[in-house]
């Protein structure tokens, strides 16, 4: 008994030593622990917090989470991995991992699409032919928004669709998905309305598709600091996952 007190003893950190170990202030280890991501300290008997080792691993792992989806996603995940069976937090961070992949495969093909667009401008006007083009509903479901998105984009002057059918309904000629894949690209990297209307009208503009380029680039290369904050953050997620009985 005296043994395991001795033990006991030896891994008890003070809200201070966590502090230091994990990087944060002592005022962040105390909202995090009050927010969920930390599982409860212990209390001494004049009031003081003990913590332990694993404190420290699951402040380290809700840095990367963090990097990776924002931290007040990462809180509330953080949260849920901590008190989830564990085969349901392990498919948590699978869907972290499959997110950030469908948002660098959106701004890989705003990408494609606005260099596409650059080459038609080079070669001259290029006549769409009537299979090209989409409906509201077929390229909402290709971006993954919502029909009234496209519309309001189209209102923000955005996207100009075609309206070629008797009752006036809205077609997407080529041009048209490839400006609106850009804008679904910027929009999902965190780029505002007005952000991104300046970067859709630069690229009228001498040196507009370079600007346009340079930040899906700059979104690219961010997307890649957060896919590997979440690999670096791998091994203390995993501890956290795996402290938590079935």
């Known amino acids: ?132 083009a989409m409906t509201i509903t077929e390229l909402a479901t290709a971006l993954g928004v919502r029909p009234s998105t496209l519309r309001f984009w189209e209102d923000e002057g955005l996207v100009s669709p075609d309206r070629v059918t008797s009752q006036r309904a809205r077609r997407y000629d080529p041009r048209a998905i490839g400006d609106a894949r850009i804008v679904a690209a910027l929009r999902a990297s965190g780029h505002g309305i007005p952000a991104v209307r300046a970067a859709m009208a630069a690229m009228a503009v001498s040196g507009g598709v370079e600007s346009t380029e340079r930040i899906l680039q700059a979104g690219l290369d961010d997307l890649a600091a957060r896919s590997i904050a979440l690999l670096q953050a791998g091994a203390d997620l995993a501890a956290v996952v795996t402290a938590v009985p079935e």
């Open 1 to 132: 008994m005296e043994a395991s007190t001795d033990a006991a003893r030896r891994t008890a950190l003070r809200t201070i030593e966590v502090a230091r170990a994990a990087g944060y202030s002592v005022q962040q280890v105390r909202d995090l622990e009050r927010l969920g991501v930390l599982p409860p300290a212990t209390r001494a008997a004049n009031g003081y917090r003990s913590y332990t080792p694993m404190h420290v691993i699951a402040l380290r792992a809700y840095r990367g989470l963090a990097r990776a989806v924002g931290p007040v996603a990462a809180r509330r995940l953080l949260a849920q991995l901590r008190t989830q069976p564990i085969a349901e937090a392990a498919a948590a961070l699978d869907a972290v991992h499959a997110s950030l992949a469908r948002e660098r495969e959106d701004l890989l093909l705003a990408r494609r699409a606005l260099r596409a667009i650059t080459s038609e401008g080079a070669a001259g006007a290029v006549s769409a032919r009537a299979g090209d």
